[in-house]
């Protein structure tokens, strides 16, 4: 615990001292940089210190009502805040490369809320009191929020900004509901005593349930509260999209998961609920990443598509819990808590990717790159593996949660009989069709943006980071390859993680014995691919290689307009697979006559949810609401009149209930 | 184990060829040609080792990767399937599914290999490529879906097992189906008429082999050789459902299972003679139906 209030410590005092105005520049990116590197090794100490000498509790009293700084680091929180630790500690390093040149007045202020949010992040995970939690919460919100707007003279960047703001305080308040409901209920705010929720009528908890999934989803992304992500993601520095793509949105998913752990019995229709909202939002997802073409909002929409998968899976895991099927529980945890690890170093490392183009190249559409793997080697080929692990293909680590998920489906629905076997394998008919679109959307992204010619004069004066940003997306290269080849590493945090959520023994050693052989799985192909390469090499060693330009079919002038555009790869997608919701506006673009002129052809992808869905509702509530502003006439004689109004009822209730 | 290592690499390496030839002596049979030798594309994968590369100037490490890749996974596919009598080299619970993702790491590679050419022939292969695996995936996973739940193993060496001839007596009906299916997922995988022409590389409703416009020599030899063992593979498969069987003598069993295997490249020949390929935008409209297909003979044994 003490190496934990160490951490918290450099990152306070660093972040607030890189604040300090009239420092010199430099010396303000050393101080943020070096404070955020040092809190995050402290942390990460920390927790392997609890994984290894099992839960440390700490408890000092506030004066807040309610409230308490109570501390725990569990298996669960311990689970949660390695990413956190892990992510900030490489966002760190990266961040430093990546604001080297930025032209702002003051660099310490990123700094100061970076340090913030991994605290707040810390904070929220460890909390084991209602009050702190939600104090923490708020903190993470908004040290977040000022991030997102960093770059706020850009308009959409403002924009942006106030929607995420919008969408986390009203699932804050969701929150808030939550707590004052569970508080009330249980007696206290301290979680040790929430254990009496499982106690509670169906109605009161099911109530609870719905507020804690609207609150808690709409900060993970949950389809269809996802709206501010992809809006939030391309406009925050890259660093910080990576951090909040792997590790914020999942304090989410902790904050579901720990209040799941106090109900020890849930209704089979909870799970469904997840289901149907991961599952929506996981295709919903992936069909609108194939429409982006800018490379941060489409990764930001796989990050929707991932978190679908995990609720889902989460989902599954209450459904099969509710039918005694313990097994197939088991897998569908481990599975999903697998995939928020995997999602965590592979989304991150896609970031830093992004955030590497963005800085070589200078734009995030898709259409202006091209060919930068010959610019941008190490980032080009972290940006492959970081699309193989999106893609769950071996020996990356993305497969392992996606095949414990599978397992948990076939599980349940190889064996029951009639519509309880029917479900599952729906269910896995609709992931595999979600597994084909990642590979889809991710062959785009690497196809249009690192291969081929350059699309743009930008792409071919594009030149490679710096260390202080490779590194960090080398070492995740790297972890996410250990994870794929060794699933069997994370089998502790699992179950340690598993403990907490009521399976002891997560999962038999069969199990993990079968996932080894995937990973050994995983090694083999590295081993098939090495032993081809060699054969072919000894066969072949006369063979001399020439060069020549791409064959066009005899035509004698290719340029680099004729090969595929962004929008122009997944056109035959659109028309044989989307529904009608996940096309794009297009207007214009045909050329008509004999000799036609210039053409020009607008094509924009926009997000239903948030147009049909959010926008009317919003601008029906703000009318409503403009009729409450003859209450607010602008006159201080009324105002005063309020003030004297409501001292006066004030007075009443304490006159009538007190005496 | 290792005589089964050796046997199925033995089956990959010397059988796959032959197949190709099958095919086209029976296409050429029924156009009253001639045609070339049986062994020919052992002779072409032969010259094509001898040759040099030439590769396009936009290209990077990604489009020599594609063909390396594109023969390591069949070849590790294949020690995951049972050849006839000859048992899986390896197997774990859940294997299908790592098998299933095997093949979409050769497609990414293949796919983005296309891309990096930069042509826009080979965008549209890739294009094509993708797009149609959506579809493709979730009829592979029902089929093995069908084949777990009337085995009761959770490995392919389980599912292709003895208990098939079993299986035929209880879900006959279930089993026509998904064979019915895994035909279709056998042609489209390895892009044969009615949804892909393997001859016409010009065409621009090509698919598979319009991506491999660019490659020479023995990255070329690679992808033959790559795309003969998948043809195999899922042959493999077929015929293993065909003929559940045991003839009571290992080596009786090797035979009818090679004998099971030319059979049916001689069917995959007489289906690309006597049909024409499928209009581009009917190709997804197929693979639908055959989804559902595959997934209505899951209904048929969960009833």
């Not at chain 1, 978190?307 to 599954?316: E, K, P, Q, R, W």
């Not at chain 1, 004698?556 to 028309?575: C, D, I, N, W």
């Not at chain 1, 919701?581 to 992808?605: D, K, T, V, Y």
Request: net charge positive; charged share 10%.
């Amino acid at each position: 615990m003490n190496l934990l209030f160490w951490s918290w410590g450099i990152l306070l005092v660093g972040g607030l001292a890189a604040l300090f105005p009239g420092l010199p520049r430099q010396f303000a990116r050393w101080l943020g940089c070096c404070s955020a590197v040092a809190g995050c090794i402290f942390g990460l100490g920390a927790t392997i210190d609890s994984l290894g000498h099992g839960p440390a509790t700490y408890m000092y009293p506030w004066t807040v009502p309610g409230g308490a700084v109570s501390l725990s680091i569990d298996g669960l929180a311990a689970f949660f805040l390695v990413p956190i630790f892990l992510i900030g500690l490489l966002g760190a390093i990266y961040g430093f490369g990546y604001l080297a040149d930025s032209s702002s007045r003051t660099p310490g202020k990123i700094w100061f809320f970076y340090n913030l949010l991994i605290l707040s992040m810390t904070l929220v995970v460890t909390a084991a009191n209602g009050m702190l939690f939600l104090v923490a919460w708020e903190v993470m919100s908004l040290s977040s929020f000022f991030l997102v707007i960093d770059d706020h003279k850009q308009s959409e960047v403002r924009r942006a900004g106030l929607l995420y703001l919008l969408a986390t305080h009203l699932g804050g308040a969701c929150l808030f509901a939550f707590f004052l409901g569970a508080g009330t209920l249980c007696g206290s705010l301290e979680f040790s005593v929430f254990s009496r929720l499982a106690t509670l009528p169906p109605i009161a908890a099911s109530t609870l349930f719905c507020l804690m999934l609207l609150g808690f989803g709409s900060k993970a992304g949950l389809f269809p509260l996802h709206v501010w992500l992809p809006e939030a993601h391309p406009a925050a520095p890259s660093h910080v999209s990576a951090l909040m793509s792997g590790a914020m949105v999942k304090v989410g998913i902790y904050g579901m998961l720990r209040m799941l752990s106090f109900f020890s019995v849930t209704p089979a229709w909870w799970g469904w609920l997840m289901i149907v909202a991961g599952l929506g939002g996981a295709l919903f997802g992936i069909g609108m990443a194939a429409t982006q073409s800018d490379l941060k909002r489409s990764l930001g929409y796989s990050t929707v598509e991932n978190i679908g998968i995990i609720f889902f899976a989460l989902g599954f895991w209450l459904i099969a819990r509710a039918e005694g099927h313990t097994l197939a529980a088991s897998l569908a945890l481990t599975g999903g808590l697998l995939h928020i690890w995997n999602h965590a170093l592979f989304k991150s490392l896609l970031f830093f990717g992004a955030g590497s183009i963005l800085h070589g190249s200078g734009s995030r559409n898709l259409n202006r790159m091209g060919g930068l793997l010959g610019r941008m080697p190490v980032t080009g080929l972290t940006l492959v593996a970081g699309a193989m692990a999106v893609g769950a293909l071996p020996p990356m680590n993305g497969l392992v949660g996606e095949w414990f998920i599978y397992r948990a489906l076939i599980e349940s629905g190889g064996e029951a009989q009639g519509m309880a076997g029917f479900y599952p394998l729906v269910l896995m008919g609709l992931l595999a069709l979600v597994g084909g679109m990642v590979i889809l959307v991710f062959t785009r992204l690497i196809g249009i943006a690192l291969l081929g010619q350059p699309h743009h004069h930008s792409a071919t004066t594009a030149h490679e980071s710096g260390w202080p940003m490779l590194a960090p997306m080398m070492v995740l290269t790297g972890l996410c390859l250990v994870a794929g080849v060794l699933p069997t590493l994370l089998m502790g945090p699992v179950a340690a993680a598993g403990a907490i959520l009521g399976h002891p023994l997560l999962l038999p050693r069969k199990e993990w014995i079968s996932a080894m052989w995937l990973g050994l799985g995983g090694g083999g192909i590295i081993l098939m691919i090495g032993m081809v390469v060699i054969v072919t090499k000894i066969f072949s060693r006369k063979g001399s290689v020439g060069s020549a330009s791409t064959w066009g079919c005899g035509f004698q002038v290719p340029t680099f307009r004729m090969s595929y555009s962004a929008e122009g790869y997944v056109e035959l997608a659109q028309k044989g697979l989307f529904c009608s919701c996940l096309r794009p506006q297009i207007s214009g673009g045909r050329a008509i006559s004999l000799f036609p002129g210039p053409a020009e052809l607008f094509h924009r992808s926009t997000d239903l949810v948030l147009t049909r869905l959010y926008h009317p509702v919003f601008a029906r509530s703000a009318d409503l609401c403009s009729r409450l502003r003859r209450v607010q006439a602008g006159i201080v004689h009324l105002y005063l009149f309020y003030i004297f109004l409501a001292t006066i009822l004030l007075l009443g209730w304490v006159a009538h209930f007190q005496g | 184990m290792i005589l089964r290592l050796l046997l199925h690499l033995l089956l990959l390496f010397m059988l796959a060829p032959l197949l190709a030839g099958i095919i086209g002596k029976t296409k050429a049979t029924f156009a009253g040609r001639t045609g070339v030798p049986f062994f020919q594309l052992y002779w072409d994968l032969g010259k094509l080792f001898k040759k040099g590369v030439v590769i396009s100037r936009t290209t990077s490490w990604i489009f020599r990767t594609g063909p390396v890749i594109g023969l390591a996974v069949p070849l590790l596919a294949a020690l995951f399937l049972p050849f006839g009598p000859v048992g899986a080299v390896f197997s774990f619970n859940g294997d299908l599914i790592f098998f299933v993702y095997l093949f979409a790491l050769a497609r990414f590679f293949t796919a983005t290999a296309a891309l990096d050419t930069g042509s826009s022939f080979e965008g549209m292969g890739a294009v094509r490529e993708v797009t149609f695996s959506c579809l493709v995936e979730p009829t592979l996973f029902f089929i093995l879906i069908v084949l777990v739940r009337l085995s009761g193993s959770l490995t392919l060496s389980g599912m292709f097992g003895p208990t098939l001839v079993a299986s035929w007596h209880s879900a006959g009906a279930s089993l026509i189906i998904i064979l019915v299916c895994l035909l279709v997922v056998t042609l489209v995988e390895n892009c044969r008429i009615p949804f892909d022409d393997p001859n016409t590389h010009l065409e621009l409703t090509m698919i598979h082999e319009v991506m491999v416009l660019d490659h020479s020599g023995p990255d070329l030899g690679l992808i033959l050789y790559g795309a003969a063992m998948k043809l195999l593979i899922f042959g493999a498969m077929l015929v293993r459902l065909i003929l559940p069987f045991s003839l009571g003598n290992f080596w009786l069993d090797l035979m009818l299972f090679i004998v099971g295997l030319c059979g049916l490249a001689g069917l995959i020949g007489v289906i690309e003679s006597i049909m024409a390929r499928l209009q581009l935008l009917r190709i997804p409209q197929l693979l639908i139906g055959t989804s559902l297909l595959s997934f209505f003979s899951v209904i048929l044994l969960l009833r």
